[in-house]
């Protein structure tokens, strides 16, 4: 489900080619496009070549795309203009009532077939298939692993029965019921309570605010079939549904498609257009203070102001960018507070966003350490009047104008490899009559044609045009203790900062990256081309590995991924957060520069970089380009040759740290994390969440001291898929990582105590306890099976897995509809010896936890029983075998190949094997898997119970 209420909180850079003036005859290659269809006529713009548009004369709208990334897949969209602000006072939660019925029978496939159906196909319900319900919208969506003409018309011809076709059995929507109270139990969390009382107070009056997309369990319980389908028959009309094919298809083809699957469907009236209002203008100067102990302190002030109707001119276009380039320099100097080692606040924010069609809203929001509100809202403020003060600088201009322009020709040299979702998400701005998408292309021209006008002037006079005055403003508090003083202190505090002298911004100049020469260049002394993939493996004289991959999948992308010996390898018993800190090491800067200098002097530039601690090593990656990727390896090179371990970066986690813990253990899924390590390992340290003072204590000195070796020696292993030139990338890394002196030439194998965890022998039940709502409850059965050095045996547990998924929805969603999701997992692991678990889980209600318990031991029990049903094993099969099908259609996949091809070679026979092994998996092995593994008394049963009082 989606909760969005912000019509445009993030307006996309959009500076497009020449306008299409009035009498102008649309050109192109584009089909069918007429914008007053789609509420452009505004619009001074005309869309990309290769759209084709079209409208039913029932009125139903389609847009269609050809694109092939990924090769030979297609996404399709139906989207109705019909979310839960169109429900009536009794229909609360019905429009998502009736997308959880589109998978509950309709006249031409029975009730429980569809989901079916489409695994058959090759589709994971969930993965593949779903839907979301909006206030405003309701969106049913496929991913089709196949781009067949056969499987669209399957995929249009259920999207036909959902839109008129739904039979809303009586049976099927009591059995529903369950199922939705279920997924609305799991979300009534401290943080949807939160959201509801923020509605309540910046909106009162609105319509908004009485109208959450997940319904009331009143109106749920009461409903019957008669009430969910007068309203699907009232809101489900061909003039309020858009159609969006987007995938490598002639549109031709797709087009007859739709009209044959469509056109037939019967005309009715739109229903009235509900508001998300009314919001008043003039509201202001009233406080609440909202307590929970799960929630961060943060203060918020807000005022509202009146809806705008921007047109999609050149005009607003040029508006936006310089709005944009405004609030990112102001985004920028409040994160530059929050990389102090004491900062003022954990972070702060300031928007301006439409409230649907009903108001605009401006907030600034900072999140604080508990007690520290004061402080915080007093930095938060000088830096937002000092933007709208003093302006901005000539540098801070020219560092975010060289980063939208990166952007935007990272974009256009990308063009002509987007994927299916950019398109999608392009498809859908024009059918919500937001804006008329253009080519990258040309994006980048207008942006250059306006780019000496992007002065700090004008970027101040538009952010003071757009900026909503927070005079009086209302002032929200949330967190787990109240301010002192109360609502009174709140409001003296921002009359008082509002009213204190603003000093001018400081301003400096960036410096040139230090680390560009690393020695003599390395010399490569092995070299050679895998047969099956293509992968280039080198090896240079000081050890360092590097695998290389190009692919024609991504134009003008390259990604970059380092492995270092390591890794959580490092932690032990007695010392189990020896690299708890490794992920905030790029933090702490370089030697020669702080993190806040490195992202001004890169500005401009593709280059980054995370830095984690993996089960056996420290991985760092990045997405950069070919004209970047040197300066992204001197990066990387120089993260690893001289961090610069500077106490400011572990200022903002350190602020963190105690509203982290708070929220520990307030849902049930939270204290299962919490709880399921320490069971399962007897309470090992390694798998163990440590008190807060542990963490206190942590600092870079201590993370020098624990990796330090492993920097300047480890064995290294270096991956590049995407775009390259070989040959180029080979030279950049040997003046990089092959300079470096010598290092380890192989990955320690870490013997012993490192690779061993432990399965506890107690059966005993395990009770853990939440601190959410009374009615919430978790189950969870977990069974030891093995690590993962079998390959027929993890493909065996891998389908295995999915079978009883299939099971466990059958029968706790289906049939009993006690929950929204029950889980099914295999988790063999390839760094502990001989571990790996297979596990159930269900979140229920507080009073059916032995019910759904019986039930998970009744599906094991099913699959040990008996030879299991041949087609329950293809649904769970075939969506596998589409996804390893469709593996090496994205960088992402080759990167998974390439990344440790010369240190586990063995990972590319099992890559390339895993095909043929799930396809010759039987029923009846599966059969005997489960008689091996999930024996009813080898589990280990948890349950999360609320606590006394909850």
Known sequence: ??????????????????????????????????????????????????????????????????????????????????????????????????????????????????????????????????????????????????????????????????????????????????????????????????????????????????????????????????????????????????????????????????????????????????????????????????????????????????????????????????????????????????????????????????????????????????????????????????????????????????????????????????????????????????????????????????????????????MREEAIALDNPLIRFTGSVAPEGGEAALRAAVVEDFAAPVAEPETGDATAFAYTDFGTPGRVVADQRSAELGIRTLRFANGVMLNLKRTDLEDDRVWVRMNLDGGKMLESRDDPLAVELAPLLPSGGLGKHSRDELQTILAGRSVGGSFVAGNETFVAGAITTPRDLELQLQFLTASLTDPGYRSEGLGPWRAGLDSFFARLGKTPASALSEGLGPILSDEDPRFTRQPIEAYRALDYAQLRTEIADRLANGALEIAIVGDIDEDAAIAMVARTFGALPQREAEFRDYPGAPRTRGFTADRSLRVLTHEGEADQALVRLVWPTTDNDDWDLTSRLTLLERVARLALTEKLREELGQTYSPSADSSQSSTYEDYGTFSMQAEVDAGQLEEARQAMVETAEALRGGTIDADLVERARRPLIESLDNRLKRNAGWLAVVDRAQSRPEDTARFLGARERQLSITPAELTELARTYLAPEDAVTITVVPEAGS
């Open 1 to 462: 489900m989606i909760l969005k209420f912000f019509g445009h909180c993030a307006l996309p850079i959009t500076l497009v080619a020449a306008p299409l003036c009035a009498e102008e005859a649309p050109g192109g290659t584009f089909a069918g496009w007429d914008p007053a269809q789609w509420d452009l006529e505004d619009s001074e713009f005309r869309p990309e070549d290769g759209w084709h548009f079209g409208v039913l004369d029932n009125g139903l709208r389609y847009i269609v795309r050809r694109n092939a990334r990924p090769e030979g897949t297609a996404l399709v969209r139906m989207e109705i203009d019909a979310g839960s602000l169109d429900e009536r006072e009794d229909e609360r939660g019905f429009a998502h009532f009736v997308e959880h019925m589109a998978f509950n029978g309709s006249t031409n496939v029975p009730e429980g077939e569809m989901i079916k159906l489409l695994e058959r196909e090759g589709l994971a319900f969930g993965a593949d298939t779903n839907a979301s319900t909006g206030f405003d919208r309701t969106q049913y969506k496929l991913d089709l692993p196949r781009a067949d003409a056969k499987l669209l018309d399957t995929a249009l011809m259920l999207m036909r029965e959902t839109a008129s076709e739904l039979t809303f059995a009586g049976e099927a929507v009591e059995r529903e019921k369950g199922v939705i109270l279920s997924e609305r139990r799991v979300r009534n969390n401290y943080s949807l309570k939160n959201t509801l009382d923020g509605f309540e107070f910046a909106y009162p009056e609105a319509r908004l605010t009485q109208r959450l997309p997940i319904g009331l369990p009143e109106t749920i319980s009461a409903a019957d079939a008669a009430g969910v389908r007068a309203f699907w028959e009232r809101e489900y009309v061909p003039a309020d549904t858009v159609v969006v094919v987007v995938g490598d298809f002639d549109p031709a083809d797709v087009e007859a498609l739709i009209r044959a699957r469509f056109a037939d469907w019967r005309p009715a009236p739109t229903a009235e257009p509900a508001t998300a209002g009314p919001i008043d203008p003039d509201l202001g100067g009233q406080t609440d203070i909202y307590l929970d102990p799960a929630l961060p302190e943060t203060v918020t002030l807000m005022r509202h102001a009146e809806w705008r109707d921007r047109p999609d001119t050149l005009a607003e276009r040029s508006a936006n960018l310089l709005r944009t380039v405004g609030n990112r320099i102001l985004a920028r100097r409040i994160q530059r507070l929050t990389r102090q080692e004491n900062p003022p606040f954990r972070g702060a924010q300031y928007a301006a966003s439409d409230v649907f069609e009903a108001a605009r809203t401006g907030q600034l929001a900072v999140v604080t350490e508990t007690g520290r509100w004061r402080e915080g809202l007093a930095a938060a403020i000088a830096e937002w009047r000092r933007a709208l003060e003093y302006g901005f600088g000539e540098a801070e201009v020219a560092e975010q104008v060289a980063n939208i322009r990166t952007s935007f020709e990272n974009a256009a040299a990308n063009a002509a490899t987007r994927s299916n979702a950019d398109f999608v998400a392009q498809a859908f701005r024009i059918a919500h009559g937001d804006n008329v998408p253009d080519s990258p292309a040309d994006t980048l021209a207008r942006f250059e044609a306006q780019a000496d006008a992007i002065t700090p002037q004008a970027v101040l006079a538009a």
